[in-house]
Nanobody, 114 residues
Framework: VQLQASGGGLVQAGGSLRLSCAASGRLFSIAVMGWYRQAPGKQRELVATFTSGGSTYYSDSVKGRFTISADNAKNTVYLQMNSLKPEDTAVYYC?????????WGQGTQVTVSS
């Protein structure tokens, strides 16, 4: 499984960005896709997940502001980020989990200015 993330950038507080993660390879083996983020000096944390059955999960810090979705025809998972805050600044990574392996895409930088 290969993952290609895109869509990061610089935005003012209160603004919006949409991240995309295009997947290729053994897609049938993917059970969950998700977004993680890692801010400078902090551990990588889970932001949101989307299961093959359509269930979603959000961390408390983004619930109500971020939306994860998938376009199966494009093999792409999106993270719509609204009402962005400076504390959302981080490198965002997409990930795909099969039954026993987690695949990572390259990170995309999101910077929110105050």
């Amino acid at each position: 499984v290969q993952l290609q993330a895109s869509g990061g950038g610089l935005v003012q507080a209160g603004g919006s960005l949409r991240l995309s993660c295009a997947a290729s390879g053994r897609l049938f083996s993917i059970a969950v896709m998700g977004w993680y983020r890692q801010a400078p000096g902090k551990q990588r944390e889970l932001v949101a997940t989307f299961t093959s059955g359509g269930s979603t999960y959000y961390s408390d810090s983004v619930k109500g502001r971020f939306t994860i979705s998938a376009d199966n025809a494009k093999n792409t998972v999106y993270l719509q980020m609204n009402s962005l805050k400076p504390e959302d600044t981080a490198v965002y990574y997409c990930a795909a989990k099969t039954s026993n392996v987690v695949y990572w895409g390259q990170g995309t930088q999101v910077t929110v200015s105050s």
